[in-house]
């Protein structure tokens, strides 16, 4: 079965920390994304990796950054984390051979920042 | 500007009617279409897909969706509602990159909720 792996479901963080969320994907997939999910807003793409060590800024990246060290892993660091930055946090994964786009998605990380 | 729209924030229905989850969308050139649902705490799980070909697509669980090219829509049906059913529903868009993965943008989310 596929499987999309976020390290954390749940994270409570102090304004300021650096915050590390991580997700492993097992199906050799090329595509990596960070959604964040907030209630009347849907997702909103964060970052997306086409391939290792490549990035690309998705709509909200401010006060955001990845790292692709390695196919499998796709990681989401936020700097110095804010309150406006609680919320859900969902990785996807996506094959680009044979894939019209379909994400899988991990089981979400949800962050809240006091 | 490409994007995708939910119109109904909640819907409800009574177990065993059937149900219907409104979508429309905005895109350059052929669309290419989802839906996704979740369940409480859990990451969104896919239930199909509109690429080409029938204008009537069937998903899991029994649910199946409508695309309609003139009107924009991709409209989320099932005949026969269950109290299981109720979840948040995300329709999404697939938007092209110069790279062939592409990129989804989601609607706004609707929350469905089937009553016995």
């Known amino acids: 079965d596929v499987k999309v792996t976020q390290s954390s479901r749940y994270l409570v963080k102090r304004t300021g920390e650096k915050v590390f969320l991580e997700c492993v994907q097992d199906?050799?997939?090329?595509?990596m994304f960070w959604y964040r999910q907030d209630p009347g807003l849907g997702l909103r793409l964060i970052y997306f990796?086409?391939?290792?060590?490549?990035?690309e800024k998705g709509d909200i990246p401010e006060g955001y950054s990845v790292s692709r060290e390695k196919k499998e892993r796709f990681s989401l660091i936020l700097e110095s984390a804010s309150t406006n930055q609680t919320s859900m946090y969902l990785c996807?994964?996506?094959?680009?051979?044979?894939?019209?786009?379909?994400?899988?998605f991990g089981e979400g990380s949800r962050l809240t920042v006091l | 500007a490409q994007s995708v729209a939910q119109p109904e924030d909640q819907v409800n229905v009574a177990e065993g009617n059937p149900l219907t989850v409104k979508c429309t969308y905005s895109v350059s050139g052929n669309p290419y279409l989802f839906w996704y649902v979740q369940y409480p705490n859990r990451g969104l799980q896919f239930l199909l897909k509109y690429i080409t070909g029938d204008n009537l697509v069937k998903g899991s669980y029994g649910f199946e969706a409508e695309f309609n090219k003139s009107q924009t829509s991709f409209h989320l049906k099932k005949p026969s509602a269950l109290v299981s059913d109720s979840a948040l529903y995300f329709c999404?868009?697939?938007?092209?990159?110069?790279?062939?993965?592409?990129?989804?943008?989601f609607g706004q989310g609707t929350e469905l909720s089937v009553k016995p």
């Open positions: 199906m050799d997939h090329e595509n």
């Open positions: 990796s086409y391939d290792v060590k490549m990035k």
């Open positions: 999404a868009v697939r938007v092209s990159h110069y790279n062939q993965g592409g990129k989804l943008i």
């Open positions: 996807a994964s996506s094959p680009t051979s044979g894939g019209i786009g379909e994400l899988f």
